[in-house]
Structures are given as structure tokens and as C-alpha cells.
């Protein structure tokens, strides 16, 4: 069982792309950060480098 299974997050704008074992889950989606599961509430980015989503 090696195989790690990626995907983009879920955010439209979201460049990101996750593990989807470590990736927050929301209504069967899966995000890069919790932020991005809820909408970017306050505005804020997921915070990771080189991704302007939020
Ligand atoms: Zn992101
Ligand atoms: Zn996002």
C-alpha cells in the first residue's frame, strides 16, 4: 500500500493539490485547509505558498 492518491483542492481558486488522506473533508469534497472547507469566511488564504485562493 504505497500509493499516495492526490488531488486539487476543492477551492475554485485554489491551486493547491492534496493528499486526500490529509485533506480537510467537507460535504464529500476534499480541501487544503480548513479555511478553504468553509469558503474563506474572513477572506482568508489557505496560507500555503504561491496559492492566492481566499
Ligand atoms: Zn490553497
Ligand atoms: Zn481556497
Redesign the pocket.
Known amino acids: 500500500m504505497s500509493t499516495v492518491t492526490t488531488m486539487k483542492?476543492a477551492?475554485e481558486?485554489?491551486l493547491c493539490v492534496i493528499e486526500i488522506e490529509k485533506a480537510i473533508k467537507k460535504n464529500g469534497k476534499n480541501y487544503c485547509s480548513q479555511?478553504?472547507a468553509d469558503g474563506?469566511p474572513n477572506g482568508n488564504?489557505?496560507g500555503h505558498a504561491g496559492c492566492e485562493?481566499?
Open positions: 483542492c477551492c481558486s485554489c479555511n478553504c474563506h488564504g489557505c485562493c481566499g
